[in-house]
């Protein structure tokens, strides 16, 4: 049968935050203090966001914390962002391939479906994402380039001819 589409989002997910982790963890120090107006913070704490973010989602969905949890109050070593971000992005992607989308939880007071974390999951990475090239950019920063074609071409599945 082949990948199905929602695996293809997913691995692009998974691969765009570790690709644009390990692209911030090689930048000075002082870089990951930047901002931007309009994003979510600074670099750091955006990058930690997205990795704490993911972490949750992956919690809602199976109960499971995949690597130790990512706090607002302490600061993790980029090293340890890109290992936590591997755990749930292959976990993100199990769960998508072997769980029910219309599946109920309950998380608290509220309910929705696994299709729903599903989409939030990759709505969050990408938008915050963005925040952080945003704010590199905003720096006169080069930025790393982690979207889906790039993705595709990484992986041999797509091609560029010239642009």
């Known amino acids: 049968?082949?990948?199905?589409?929602?695996?293809?989002?997913?691995?692009?997910?998974?691969?765009?935050?570790?690709?644009l982790l390990?692209?911030?963890?090689?930048?000075?120090?002082?870089?990951l203090d930047l901002s931007a107006a309009g994003t979510y913070g600074t670099l750091y704490g955006t990058l930690q966001h997205i990795?704490?973010?993911?972490?949750?989602?992956?919690?809602?969905?199976?109960?499971?914390?995949?690597?130790?949890?990512?706090?607002?109050?302490?600061?993790?070593?980029?090293?340890d962002l890109v290992a936590i971000a591997a755990?749930?992005?292959?976990?993100?992607?199990?769960?998508a391939a072997n769980d029910d989308a219309a599946r109920v939880?309950?998380?608290?007071?509220?309910?929705?479906?696994?299709?729903?974390?599903?989409?939030?999951?990759?709505?969050h990475g990408n938008e915050h994402r963005a925040h952080a090239t945003t704010i590199l950019g905003s720096h006169g920063r080069k930025t790393p380039k982690i979207g889906a074609w790039t993705y595709g071409i990484a992986n041999g599945?797509?091609?560029n001819d010239g642009d």
């Open 105 to 123: 939880i309950s998380p608290g007071e509220d309910q929705t479906t696994v299709g729903i974390v599903l989409a939030q999951l990759v709505h």
């Open 51 to 79: 990795v704490g973010g993911e972490q949750f989602y992956i919690r809602l969905l199976t109960g499971e914390v995949l690597g130790t949890p990512v706090r607002k109050t302490e600061r993790r070593t980029l090293d």
């Open 157 to 159: 599945i797509s091609r």
């Open 1 to 19: 049968m082949g990948v199905s589409p929602l695996d293809h989002v997913l691995r692009h997910n998974a691969w765009a935050n570790k690709t």
């Open 22 to 31: 390990e692209f911030c963890a090689a930048l000075e120090p002082a870089a």
């Open 87 to 95: 755990l749930t992005g292959a976990r993100a992607i199990d769960v």
